[in-house]
């Protein structure tokens, strides 16, 4: 019997089946239940011991698909095959030992299936359903794509056989398309491709009166369009060294594993960026995928929500990582992470949110199969995430993403415009990017070309200068050399006090903002009494600039719970009631930790602390005012570079110290490089508020 006709008959015995309720033409054929009965077929014939058995005896077989998608398909078929069209399979998992089956109800075998999407789908849940099957002497068929996560467990122990469904490769494709549509086809598709195809893609590729060649080709479409590669490389990315170094070495393992010269356990499975949004963390996925020469699959919360329900959007999350696996090798980007949550966290909908996050953990491990699939995760707070995600094994490396610098964000304003102002020096607009990121420069090269395109001229340096100064609302001299002053305060403070950790200053102005202090404090070492005084000073010396250079002083450093009065005032509480820093009347007491909707109240009901809050916040503006009173030349000589070019970067004012010789250490040994890992103090920008 040919191949076709052994196919087509499998089917046309199987025709009180749930797939074909009736006789249906080839036309009408579902192409993933041809493509079932194919591959279920090939598995029972290559072993005759295995076909046996589960015809002839009541039997416990476990069956591993090749992904969710082909559960239904394969259990349809393999019931098909084994059963034939007078008997049904009856749900394992609806009978426990009260409730024996009879052992003279004939034709019926129990049979369970698990895609991992609902609660119940755990090792612990229906056993009892697989010894009463047994006992009542019926065959039991356990189908899942990681049995061991979701089969019962004892159906496990007591197999007496087991089934690996393999995907799709070649030869199999062609019996199907053969058996589809009559003649077999003389295009073909690899066995790596083939192993992409899914039933919806077996689906959409079918169309009536179709030739055999036709619908190889609209399938090889399909296939091309998952396995396309990124163009973009790891050296076009600027300004991210740290996730550029990890990159080249995975590019460089990568290609040792695919030769087979290193093993999978040698190559690093996963990690973690972690940035500001804009820092190119996507950008990135697709350099690495490019550089590694090997296919991006990208997925997000967001993307499996959208499915629906809790089962649709588990259902989706494990499609993305089956798309992943078949693809592999590859890179599996998964952005904004964070956004799954923590489990010690959750308050509202505990159950979905626990079950989802369980799920992605599950995911990551990779029980079922993830050799070859490297996963990149993106968040912006990494401190939202559940700590197993970044557990060995996993997502187990974090690389911080950071703002690009002065020369990163030329090298990236220069990709964008390609030979747009070639030969422009563009110093002067990176210098006014300072602060921007990455997806900024994009737009405002696109808003530069849109100012030149509507001119009906070439693009001038003056149009990208215009983008990056954007729209703000227009301040009095006096306002911008007041903004421009307090900034200078707290750049001469950081900059004294923590060498090497200004990044810039800025009075750009903003629609909440007339400028701020960026610094990186990511090397900082333990909070201590010394370095809470030194942090105070910083967040303080804005306000000590104004007074020193005017006389008076306005509302830039209070406002909301933001500014720098605030957070001078919510880092003083912590130090007293969170840090154990307290040597006044409460000592060693943990009290809490501020925040803002508490730190009044906390204040209100405890004269005594707003008493000591009050004298340390004093205590470090009037230490603040005499470094600026010392240094007093050296801030009018930045806060006139800030009125001239808008934004400075933290090199060019320790320079600025350093050349007047100026530099020197006024805070204790303490104060110097010890800031804490506070929450969220990667970077510390104190601003100006905007309208004061």
Same mark, same amino acid.
């Given at each position: 019997?040919?191949?076709?006709? *052994?196919?087509?008959?499998?089917?046309?015995?199987?025709?009180?089946?749930?797939?074909?309720?009736?006789?249906?033409?080839?036309?009408?054929? /579902?192409?993933?239940?041809?493509?079932?009965?194919?591959?279920?077929?090939?598995?029972?014939?290559?072993?005759?011991?295995?076909?046996?058995?589960?015809?002839?005896?009541?039997?416990?077989?476990?069956?591993?698909?090749?992904?969710?998608?082909?559960?239904?398909?394969?259990?349809?078929?393999?019931?098909?095959?084994?059963?034939?069209?007078?008997?049904?399979?009856?749900?394992?998992?609806?009978?426990?030992?009260?409730?024996?089956?009879?052992?003279?109800?004939?034709? =019926?075998?129990?049979?369970?299936?698990? /895609?991992?999407?609902?609660?119940?789908?755990?090792?612990?849940?229906?056993?009892?359903?697989?010894?009463?099957?047994?006992? *009542?002497?019926?065959?039991?068929?356990?189908?899942?794509?990681?049995?061991?996560?979701?089969?019962?467990?004892?159906?496990?122990?007591?197999?007496?056989?087991?089934?690996?469904?393999?995907?799709?490769?070649?030869?199999?494709?062609?019996?199907?398309?053969?058996?589809?549509?009559?003649?077999?086809?003389?295009?073909?598709?690899?066995?790596?491709?083939?192993?992409?195809?899914?039933?919806?893609?077996?689906?959409?590729?079918?169309?009536?009166?179709?030739?055999?060649?036709? !619908?190889?080709?609209?399938?090889?479409?399909?296939?091309?369009?998952?396995?396309?590669?990124?163009?973009?490389?790891?050296?076009?990315?600027?300004?991210?060294?740290?996730?550029?170094?990890?990159? @080249?070495?995975?590019?460089?393992?990568?290609?040792?594993?695919?030769?087979?010269?290193?093993?999978?356990?040698?190559?690093?499975?996963?990690?973690?960026?972690?940035?500001?949004?804009?820092?190119?963390?996507?950008?990135?996925?697709?350099?690495?995928?490019?550089?590694?020469?090997?296919?991006?699959?990208?997925?997000?919360?967001?993307?499996?929500?959208?499915?629906?329900?809790?089962?649709?959007?588990?259902?989706?999350? =494990?499609?993305?990582?089956?798309?992943?696996?078949?693809?592999?090798?590859?890179?599996?980007?998964?952005?904004?992470?964070?956004?799954?949550?923590?489990?010690?966290?959750?308050?509202?909908?505990?159950?979905?949110?626990?079950?989802?996050?369980?799920?992605?953990?599950?995911?990551?491990?990779?029980?079922?199969?993830?050799? #070859?699939?490297?996963?990149?995760?993106?968040?912006?707070?990494?401190?939202?995430? $559940?700590?197993?995600?970044?557990?060995? #094994?996993?997502?187990?490396?974090?690389?911080?993403?950071?703002?690009?610098?002065?020369?990163?964000?030329?090298?990236?304003?220069?990709?964008?415009?390609?030979?747009?102002?070639?030969?422009?020096?563009?110093?002067? *607009?990176?210098?006014?990017?300072?602060?921007?990121?990455?997806?900024?420069?994009?737009?405002?090269? +696109?808003?530069?070309?849109?100012?030149?395109?509507?001119?009906?001229? $070439?693009?001038?340096?003056?149009?990208?200068?215009?983008?990056?100064?954007?729209?703000?609302?227009?301040?009095?001299?006096?306002? /911008? +050399?007041? !903004?421009?002053?307090?900034?200078?305060?707290?750049?001469?403070?950081?900059?004294?006090?923590?060498?090497?950790?200004?990044?810039?200053?800025?009075?750009?102005?903003?629609?909440?903002? #007339?400028?701020?202090?960026?610094?990186?404090?990511?090397?900082?070492?333990? @909070?201590?009494?010394?370095?809470?005084?030194?942090?105070?000073?910083?967040?303080?010396?804005?306000?000590?600039?104004?007074?020193?250079?005017? #006389?008076?002083?306005?509302?830039?450093?209070?406002?909301?719970?933001?500014? /720098?009065?605030?957070?001078?005032?919510?880092?003083?509480?912590?130090?007293?009631?969170?840090?154990?820093?307290?040597?006044?009347?409460?000592?060693?007491?943990?009290?809490?930790?501020?925040?803002?909707?508490?730190?009044?109240? @906390?204040? =209100?009901?405890?004269?005594?602390?707003?008493?000591?809050?009050?004298?340390?916040?004093?205590?470090?503006?009037?230490?603040?005012?005499?470094?600026?009173?010392?240094?007093?030349?050296?801030?009018?000589?930045? =806060?006139?570079?800030?009125?001239? +070019?808008?934004?400075?970067?933290?090199?060019?004012?320790?320079?600025?110290?350093?050349?007047?010789?100026?530099?020197?250490?006024? *805070?204790?040994?303490?104060?110097?490089?010890?800031?804490?890992?506070?929450?969220?103090?990667?970077?510390?920008?104190?601003?100006? +508020?905007?309208?004061?």
């Amino acid at each position: 019997m040919s191949a076709r006709n *052994a196919v087509a008959q499998s089917v046309d015995d199987c025709d009180e089946f749930p797939f074909t309720s009736a006789p249906q033409t080839e036309e009408a054929r /579902d192409p993933a239940e041809v493509a079932a009965l194919v591959l279920v077929r090939r598995v029972l014939d290559s072993s005759p011991v295995l076909k046996i058995a589960t015809i002839a005896h009541a039997i416990a077989a476990v069956v591993q698909v090749p992904s969710a998608g082909w559960l239904n398909a394969i259990a349809n078929a393999w019931g098909c095959l084994l059963g034939g069209a007078d008997a049904a399979p009856e749900d394992a998992d609806t009978i426990t030992r009260p409730h024996l089956p009879q052992p003279h109800l004939a034709g =019926a075998w129990f049979e369970c299936r698990r /895609d991992g999407f609902k609660k119940e789908h755990r090792p612990d849940v229906g056993n009892e359903g697989v010894s009463a099957a047994l006992s *009542a002497r019926r065959s039991i068929f356990g189908f899942s794509p990681a049995p061991e996560r979701h089969l019962p467990r004892d159906l496990l122990r007591v197999a007496d056989v087991r089934a690996v469904i393999p995907p799709l490769d070649a030869d199999a494709l062609r019996e199907v398309v053969t058996a589809l549509v009559g003649t077999p086809p003389s295009l073909t598709i690899s066995d790596a491709r083939c192993r992409l195809i899914t039933v919806e893609d077996l689906r959409l590729a079918r169309r009536p009166g179709q030739d055999a060649d036709d !619908y190889v080709a609209r399938l090889r479409t399909l296939l091309e369009a998952k396995a396309k590669q990124p163009t973009a490389t790891l050296a076009q990315m600027r300004g991210m060294d740290e996730a550029v170094d990890w990159g @080249m070495a995975l590019v460089r393992d990568l290609a040792d594993y695919r030769q087979g010269k290193l093993p999978w356990s040698a190559v690093d499975r996963g990690a973690l960026l972690a940035g500001p949004s804009g820092t190119g963390k996507t950008t990135f996925a697709r350099a690495l995928a490019g550089s590694c020469d090997v296919p991006l699959v990208t997925g997000s919360l967001s993307r499996w929500q959208a499915a629906g329900h809790l089962g649709d959007m588990l259902r989706a999350m =494990a499609a993305t990582f089956d798309e992943a696996r078949a693809t592999a090798p590859c890179i599996l980007f998964l952005d904004e992470v964070d956004s799954v949550g923590n489990r010690a966290k959750f308050t509202d909908h505990q159950d979905y949110n626990i079950q989802v996050v369980n799920a992605l953990l599950e995911e990551l491990d990779g029980i079922g199969g993830r050799e #070859g699939v490297v996963v990149v995760g993106a968040c912006n707070h990494p401190d939202r995430l $559940d700590p197993a995600l970044t557990r060995s #094994g996993r997502l187990d490396r974090t690389i911080r993403l950071q703002l690009p610098d002065r020369s990163a964000l030329a090298a990236i304003l220069r990709d964008y415009l390609s030979t747009d102002l070639d030969g422009v020096d563009l110093a002067m *607009a990176a210098a006014l990017a300072l602060g921007g990121t990455g997806a900024d420069c994009e737009r405002w090269v +696109r808003g530069a070309r849109r100012r030149a395109r509507h001119g009906n001229r $070439d693009i001038a340096i003056d149009d990208l200068i215009a983008e990056i100064r954007g729209a703000h609302r227009p301040r009095t001299p006096e306002l /911008d +050399r007041r !903004y421009a002053v307090h900034e200078a305060g707290h750049a001469l403070v950081i900059a004294i006090e923590r060498p090497g950790a200004l990044i810039r200053a800025s009075i750009r102005g903003t629609a909440t903002t #007339g400028g701020g202090v960026t610094a990186n404090l990511e090397n900082a070492g333990p @909070m201590t009494r010394a370095e809470v005084a030194a942090t105070l000073r910083q967040l303080l010396a804005g306000r000590a600039a104004e007074e020193v250079l005017f #006389g008076d002083v306005s509302a830039g450093a209070g406002g909301d719970h933001t500014s /720098d009065l605030a957070r001078a005032t919510a880092l003083a509480v912590s130090a007293l009631c969170s840090f154990g820093l307290d040597e006044g009347e409460h000592g060693l007491l943990w009290l809490g930790l501020p925040s803002p909707d508490t730190i009044g109240s @906390m204040l =209100a009901l405890k004269p005594d602390l707003a008493d000591r809050v009050s004298k340390m916040l004093t205590d470090a503006y009037a230490e603040a005012k005499t470094l600026v009173e010392q240094h007093r030349h050296e801030v009018e000589d930045i =806060a006139n570079a800030l009125i001239d +070019r808008e934004t400075i970067g933290g090199d060019e004012i320790e320079a600025m110290l350093r050349k007047a010789m100026m530099v020197c250490p006024v *805070a204790s040994a303490d104060a110097k490089g010890e800031r804490p890992e506070t929450p969220n103090s990667a970077v510390w920008t104190p601003t100006t +508020r905007a309208g004061r």
